[in-house]
Structure formats: C-alpha cells, structure tokens
C-alpha cells in the first residue's frame, strides 16, 4: 500500500472520552503493544490520490478487529502505521476506523503512545504522512 499523505484538523474533541475508558486502552494495549496517548490526532487525505489510497486501505486491508466491551459503542479496525511529520523519525501509531455507517470517508483518527501534535511538533493545517504496516 502506498504512503498516505494528511492534513492535520481539530475535530470535536469526543475521542478524547472514549480513548479515556479503560476497557478501551486496555484493548488497544492488547491490540498495539502499549496504552496509547487519550486522545486521537485528526487527518483528512491531503490530495485526491491519498483519498483513494485511505479508501483501498480500508477495503483491501483487514486491519485488527477490535470488539466493543460495553453496550452502546461501535466495532472497529485498526491499522498499525509508521508516522511522520516536519522532518521528524517515523514513530509507531494505528488509525482507529469506527465501524458506523455516517462516519466520515474523509476522516482519519490516529492513535499513538504520545501525544502526536507535541511529539512531532505539528499543528493544525500541518501535514503528515502514514505508510500502512499492516
């Protein structure tokens, strides 16, 4: 799969709860190895190219099936990918896809053990480039 090219938006800021609950670090703990930042960095494909190849990514790739533990919350994949940003080291995260049907195509949530925006030293309108590892 081709790298994935996304600039960087603040969203509504209701990630934050849900990565906060501790059946769902847990899970993610599980999933990737460690408990990531609460919190999730928001992304929209930069070019119409990326665009097509975050839509590949989640029809050709399975990505990692992560159940909901608590009535009321949605499935969900998880893609492990190697981030970079400003020059910066690639570093670890995923893209958490929620399984809902009005969930925005354009939309990429990404999960990291850090807090990505400090990390890479990024802001909104700022771009960073995912390569899909799994």
């Not at 850090?114 to 590892?133: C, N, P």
Request: one cysteine or more; a negative charge.
């Amino acid at each position: 799969m081709d790298p994935l090219t996304g600039i960087i938006f603040s969203d509504l800021g209701q990630a934050s709860s849900f990565m906060a609950l501790a059946w769902v670090q847990d899970a993610l703990k599980e999933c990737l190895g460690y408990h990531p930042f609460p919190a999730t960095l928001n992304l929209r494909p930069k070019a119409a190219q990326d665009t097509e190849i975050w839509r590949r990514a989640q029809n050709e790739l399975t990505g990692v099936p992560l159940a909901p533990a608590a009535d009321g919350f949605c499935r969900a994949r998880i893609f492990r990918v190697a981030i970079t940003g400003q020059g910066k080291n690639a570093v670890e995260g995923a893209i958490l896809l929620p399984e809902v049907n009005d969930y925005p195509s354009d939309k990429i949530e990404i999960v990291a053990p850090m807090q990505l925006k400090i990390h890479l030293a990024v802001q909104d309108g700022d771009q960073l480039t995912l390569e899909f590892l799994n």
